[in-house]
């Protein structure tokens, strides 16, 4: 049994890139499938529909440098389907190179990196009869990404940090795919059996997930730089008003 990373990655700093590939190694990953482009309603996705040589150099060699198998597309026109299109094509990349039923995905974000992940952790993948895996995300927020942070934090203090379950791990099931919206994962397990595996809400037919929340991944959004945020929330507020994405169908 092997982990394979899922990578979405588009306009990010190689820095960060080769952050998020190195901590990697923390949870033994085999190879990393590494998806560039930008999703059509981003700013400027039709002048630049993927991301400069210098971020997949970075990748490439990051993966090569932690002994970690790499592939990486990069597609020449910008995601038409968005979020959707982009982490459904993500998933059938990554079942080009794995081990259908068997081997296991680890789905990561450009500004994520695996800071900590349990030494028994692919015994405990390749030992459940589960089809996803929930870890540990945490939230590291900037106290001065917007003034208004800034201003309250000089009156109250709390943390900078949360933590929150996501089911990020997911048994590599040829069919795997995104419906709807960006967050709701379907496949069909060995038995031919549709099953529901993540989605924002928990709905009554969501798969169990095994418990690996020992497996921390930091999620570190607030501290890109203020251009790339203003960009990210300029593609949110346009998907929202134009209900790109579907509802999750009440299953």
Known sequence: MRIIAL???????????????????????AHVVAVDGAYALYPGAHERPSSSVEQTEAIVETARGAGI????????????????????????????????FVDW?????????VYKSPPDLHERLSK????????TLCNTHDPHATEAKSAALRDISWGTTEQQGLRVLLR????????????????????????????????????AAEPISDLKIEHRHE???LHRREEALAYYELRD?????QPVPAC
């Open 128 to 135: 459940t009869r589960h089809d996803v895996a929930g870890v």
């Open 223 to 225: 501290f890109r730089d």
């Open 172 to 207: 590599a099931l040829p069919s795997l795919r995104v419906e709807g919206t960006h967050a709701f994962y379907v496949g069909e397990n060995e038995a031919g059996d549709t099953v529901h595996l993540r989605a924002t809400s928990d709905l009554p037919s969501l798969a």
């Open 69 to 100: 198998g790499c592939t990486v597309h990069a597609p020449a026109h910008p995601w038409w389907g968005n979020e959707v299109e982009k982490r459904t094509f993500m998933f059938r990349a990554g079942n080009l190179v794995a081990e259908p």
């Open 7 to 29: 990578l979405a990655w588009y306009s990010e700093s190689p820095t960060w890139l080769s952050h998020t590939v190195s901590s990697l190694s923390k949870a033994d990953v």
């Open 105 to 113: 995905f680890l789905c990561i974000d450009a500004d994520e990196i």
């Open 241 to 245: 008003r134009l209900n790109v994405e």
